[in-house]
Protein backbone atom coordinates (compact mmCIF):
# COMPACT_ATOMS: atom_id res chain seq x y z
CA UNK A 1 0.00 0.00 0.00
CA UNK A 2 1.49 3.32 -1.24
CA UNK A 3 0.24 6.68 0.14
CA UNK A 4 -0.53 8.62 -2.97
CA UNK A 5 -0.28 12.79 -2.75
CA UNK A 6 -2.17 15.05 -4.78
CA UNK A 7 -0.18 17.61 -6.20
CA UNK A 8 -2.03 20.11 -4.61
CA UNK A 9 -0.83 19.00 -1.13
CA UNK A 10 3.01 18.48 -2.31
CA UNK A 11 3.20 21.81 -3.75
CA UNK A 12 1.24 22.97 -0.31
CA UNK A 13 4.33 21.08 1.65
CA UNK A 14 6.86 22.39 -0.54
CA UNK A 15 6.41 25.85 -0.15
CA UNK A 16 5.46 25.48 4.00
CA UNK A 17 9.30 24.06 3.88
CA UNK A 18 10.93 26.67 1.90
CA UNK A 19 9.36 29.27 4.50
CA UNK A 20 10.19 27.19 7.53
CA UNK A 21 13.86 26.66 5.45
CA UNK A 22 14.48 30.05 4.57
CA UNK A 23 12.87 31.47 8.18
CA UNK A 24 15.56 29.32 10.46
CA UNK A 25 18.10 30.32 7.84
CA UNK A 26 17.24 34.02 9.00
CA UNK A 27 17.17 33.58 12.31
CA UNK A 28 20.64 32.14 12.33
CA UNK A 29 21.84 34.72 10.00
CA UNK A 30 19.90 38.37 10.85
CA UNK A 31 21.36 39.00 7.72
CA UNK A 32 17.61 40.10 5.66
CA UNK A 33 18.78 38.05 2.92
CA UNK A 34 16.58 34.84 3.87
CA UNK A 35 13.22 36.53 4.83
CA UNK A 36 12.67 37.69 1.96
CA UNK A 37 12.21 33.93 0.37
CA UNK A 38 9.99 33.06 2.73
CA UNK A 39 7.55 36.05 2.44
CA UNK A 40 7.87 34.53 -1.59
CA UNK A 41 7.32 31.33 -0.80
CA UNK A 42 3.90 32.49 1.67
CA UNK A 43 2.96 33.98 -1.57
CA UNK A 44 3.35 30.74 -3.71
CA UNK A 45 1.91 28.91 -1.19
CA UNK A 46 -1.46 30.79 -1.24
CA UNK A 47 -1.25 30.82 -5.51
CA UNK A 48 -0.77 26.30 -4.65
CA UNK A 49 -3.56 26.81 -2.56
CA UNK A 50 -6.40 27.99 -5.04
CA UNK A 51 -4.70 27.22 -8.24
CA UNK A 52 -3.22 23.88 -7.06
CA UNK A 53 -2.14 22.90 -10.92
CA UNK A 54 -0.78 26.16 -12.00
CA UNK A 55 2.64 25.12 -10.99
CA UNK A 56 4.98 27.54 -13.13
CA UNK A 57 2.60 30.20 -11.72
CA UNK A 58 3.45 29.39 -8.17
CA UNK A 59 6.87 29.24 -9.13
CA UNK A 60 7.04 32.72 -10.89
CA UNK A 61 4.61 34.55 -8.36
CA UNK A 62 7.93 33.37 -5.61
CA UNK A 63 10.67 34.23 -7.77
CA UNK A 64 8.84 37.68 -8.12
CA UNK A 65 7.78 38.24 -5.15
CA UNK A 66 11.48 37.26 -3.48
CA UNK A 67 13.42 39.50 -5.74
CA UNK A 68 11.00 42.32 -5.65
CA UNK A 69 11.23 42.46 -2.00
CA UNK A 70 14.87 41.92 -1.46
CA UNK A 71 15.81 44.84 -3.97
CA UNK A 72 13.60 47.67 -2.79
CA UNK A 73 12.77 46.20 1.37
CA UNK A 74 16.33 44.65 2.28
CA UNK A 75 18.32 48.12 1.69
CA UNK A 76 15.66 50.04 3.39
CA UNK A 77 15.99 48.12 6.48
CA UNK A 78 19.86 47.42 6.38
CA UNK A 79 20.05 51.30 7.03
CA UNK A 80 18.14 51.37 10.07
CA UNK A 81 19.53 48.30 11.44
CA UNK A 82 23.08 48.78 11.91
CA UNK A 83 24.40 45.55 13.32
CA UNK A 84 27.83 44.94 14.72
CA UNK A 85 28.69 48.33 14.83
CA UNK A 86 30.37 49.73 17.90
CA UNK A 87 30.43 53.92 18.22
CA UNK A 88 32.86 55.30 20.52
CA UNK A 89 33.60 58.75 21.58
CA UNK A 90 36.86 58.72 19.55
CA UNK A 91 34.44 58.71 16.20
CA UNK A 92 33.57 62.37 16.90
CA UNK A 93 36.90 63.15 16.01
CA UNK A 94 36.56 62.54 12.08
CA UNK A 95 36.60 65.97 10.57
CA UNK A 96 38.43 67.95 13.23
CA UNK A 97 41.33 69.64 13.20
CA UNK A 98 44.18 68.60 15.46
CA UNK A 99 47.85 69.98 15.78
CA UNK A 100 50.98 68.13 15.02
CA UNK A 101 53.50 68.38 18.50
CA UNK A 102 55.63 65.88 17.09
CA UNK A 103 56.72 65.49 13.17
CA UNK A 104 54.86 63.18 11.06
CA UNK A 105 57.60 61.75 8.46
CA UNK A 106 55.90 59.71 5.60
CA UNK A 107 54.97 56.72 6.89
CA UNK A 108 56.21 56.88 10.18
CA UNK A 109 54.21 57.86 13.19
CA UNK A 110 53.89 61.18 15.10
CA UNK A 111 51.79 62.74 17.44
CA UNK A 112 48.87 65.26 17.20
CA UNK A 113 47.00 66.86 19.95
CA UNK A 114 43.22 67.37 19.84
CA UNK A 115 40.67 68.27 22.35
CA UNK A 116 43.63 68.26 24.84
CA UNK A 117 44.70 64.60 24.25
CA UNK A 118 47.48 63.36 22.76
CA UNK A 119 47.27 60.89 19.75
CA UNK A 120 49.52 59.11 17.76
CA UNK A 121 48.76 59.94 14.19
CA UNK A 122 50.34 58.93 10.78
CA UNK A 123 49.77 60.52 7.66
CA UNK A 124 51.14 60.51 3.80
CA UNK A 125 52.53 63.50 3.68
CA UNK A 126 55.42 65.38 5.88
CA UNK A 127 53.68 67.40 9.09
CA UNK A 128 55.66 69.60 10.87
CA UNK A 129 55.34 70.55 14.31
CA UNK A 130 52.81 73.20 14.72
CA UNK A 131 51.05 72.44 11.65
CA UNK A 132 47.26 72.08 11.66
CA UNK A 133 45.63 68.67 10.41
CA UNK A 134 42.62 67.27 9.41
CA UNK A 135 41.41 64.01 11.09
CA UNK A 136 40.41 61.68 8.39
CA UNK A 137 39.81 58.18 9.92
CA UNK A 138 40.71 56.32 13.10
CA UNK A 139 43.11 53.54 12.56
CA UNK A 140 43.37 50.85 15.63
CA UNK A 141 44.67 53.26 17.99
CA UNK A 142 46.28 56.02 15.55
CA UNK A 143 44.55 58.79 13.95
CA UNK A 144 44.81 59.20 10.08
CA UNK A 145 45.67 62.87 9.15
CA UNK A 146 46.39 65.20 6.28
CA UNK A 147 48.01 68.55 6.54
CA UNK A 148 45.13 71.26 6.24
Known sequence: M???IDTQTTMIFIWFGIIIFTGVIEAMTMDLSSIWFAVGAFFALIVAIFLPDVIWLQIVVFIIFSAAL???LRPVFRRYIKKNEIKTNSDSLIGKTAVCVKPILDGERGEVKIEGK???????ENIQEHDKVTVLAIKGVKLVVKKE
Open 70 to 72: LLT
Open 2 to 4: FLT
Open 118 to 124: IWTAIAN
